[in-house]
């Protein structure tokens, strides 16, 4: 009897450590995926933020590319704040949507050629938090 109740209790102990191991597993994929999530947006928000920097130079000749490049860095800031949960990301993410906010703001005042080098600090600042 106490032999069987060994195995049993051993079973158990091997069935719980197994649950155990798997959640741990489980929680830290969903980190990994997170995070990789974060680097591919915030490497998709760079690429944007090229393209601004472009259209700012060409805007004499296509004042639309500024808008497009806008709206995609918008596009990207809405993916990642729906992946996240982390309060640096968000953090960031508020400081690009603002700083993008701001360069509108002065395309609509105006401002051929706005000032978007706290677009550049800000996507540079994401691209530091979601690095793993």
């Known amino acids: 009897m106490a032999a069987s109740r060994r195995r049993r209790t051993a079973a158990v102990a091997a069935t719980l ?12 994929c969903a980190a990994v995926d997170k995070a990789l999530d974060c680097v591919q947006t915030a490497d998709a928000i760079a ?9 700012v130079d060409n805007a004499a000749n296509d004042p639309t590319q500024l808008d497009e490049s806008l709206d995609s860095i918008d596009k990207n800031l809405g993916e990642i704040g729906d992946k996240t949960d982390n ?32 677009v550049t600090d800000a996507a540079g600042e994401l691209t530091k938090v979601c690095t793993p």
């Open 17 to 28: 450590a197994a649950v155990a191991l798997t959640a741990g597993l489980t929680t830290g």
């Open 47 to 55: 690429d944007s933020v090229t393209e601004l920097q472009q259209a």
């Open 87 to 118: 309060a640096d990301v968000d953090k960031a993410v508020d400081d690009l949507d603002k700083a993008v906010d701001n360069v509108r703001t002065s395309l609509k005042n105006g401002d051929e050629t706005p000032d978007i080098s706290p």
